[in-house]
């Protein structure tokens, strides 16, 4: 009988490893469907502006319009998930793409700039809210497992990511029947994917992995006040100093590569390049920043977040220098140009990631990591948006030498870390 009510309460909060797998397989569907949804604008948000507005320096306002709204979006996911949870904040984050993909196409439809510029800002929640699944992953995760668990998270959205940009051509065929303009096809992809995303996270994310994890939490602090010598404040070990590290690494590796991806398809159709040919370089991009990722979680958790760190200053460099030396007319060297610029992208991300996570405590989890996010679509608008006023008055190989050196900063910031350890 004195038995019966503890096994009753262990019984009724689901197993952490049990859940884990669970919830993995879940994220992932709603990875590879939001992967699509993202790459919409990449691809073809700059080209739409350009043929709207007819100039190159404006070319890299979509991207900074829905980075900027992707910032704004990341402070309302943040915020919905640390008061009910990662699947009501996920799944509004990924409607509002949604919504945001309709817009763009009414306003293509209507040869509205304006209104078009809304949309996008709108259509950003869908970035957002793709980067904040990572942190889900990570959840319930165990501290020697967290990079592997953000990376399988991102590795999902290769599939979406990379046909996306390769369904440039056909989604454009298909608005052209329909009588929208053929740049904005890919967003008739983004929206359904979008919608599909939100579908799949509110019917299928259970248990919800942020509420778990504190139930968990509570219940091992309960143990940790019967059994003091057994306590310990996992994961606040670094402070805030843990926090700034790996917001500075995810922010600089965000700049750069937004700046020099923003432009590259401009830089190609200047040189005669058709939208199938930009849209093939990007895929290799969006490739690159998501297919490596197991292998980064395993690097980031078996040699220490502070190597791969560095290690992303170092891509984003060799990635810059080969952009700025590539002939226009190369499709291939281009193409390798942003396969690392993408990888150097995904060291930067899993293993900011696995700092923040390390660091913050799960009482304040979510609502700091969203404000990280908004420092890194910040960063990734202000990349967009200067990304096109630095080719129209310099050169796209100005841009990729300027963004190459601007990743060094990474080094001596982990260096120095790593000193005070």
Known sequence: ??????????????????????????????????????????????????????????????????TGGSALAAVAVGRISQARGRRPGLAAGYLTGAVGSAGVI????????????????????????NLQARYAGADLAAPGHRA??????????????????????????????LGIPNLAGPFILAGAAYALAALVLTLRLRPDPLLLARTVARAEQAGAATHPAGSGAAGTGEGRGGVLLG?????????????????????????????????????????????????????????????VAAASGITLLAAGLLAAAAPGGSVALLALALALLGLGWNFGLVSGTAIITDTVPLATRARTQGLVDVSIAIAGATGGMASGLVVAATSYPALALTGGALALALLPAVAATAYRR
């Open 1 to 66: 009988m004195t038995s019966t009510a503890p096994t009753r309460t262990r019984a009724s909060v689901p197993d952490p490893a049990d859940a884990q797998p669970r919830i993995l397989r879940v994220l992932v569907a709603s990875q590879v469907l939001s992967g699509a949804g993202l790459a919409a604008g990449v691809t073809v948000g700059a080209l739409l502006a350009q043929d709207m507005l007819g100039s190159t320096g404006l070319a890299g306002l979509p991207s900074a319009v829905f």
């Open 106 to 129: 009414v306003a293509a439809v209507l040869d509205n700039p304006v209104l078009l510029f809304l949309a996008l800002f709108v259509y950003g929640a869908g970035t957002a809210t």
């Open 148 to 177: 592997r668990a953000v990376s399988t998270v991102l590795v999902a959205t290769t599939l979406g990511g990379v046909a996306g940009p390769n369904l440039a051509a056909p989604t454009g065929h298909l608005a052209e029947r």
């Open 247 to 307: 917001a500075l690494v995810m922010v600089l590796t965000q700049l750069v590569m937004v700046a020099i991806m923003t432009m590259t398809p401009v830089h190609m159709h200047d040189h005669g390049h058709g939208t199938a040919a930009s849209g093939a370089v990007i895929a290799v991009h969006i490739g690159a920043m998501y297919l490596p990722s197991p292998l980064t979680g395993w690097l980031v958790d078996r040699y220490g977040r502070m190597t």
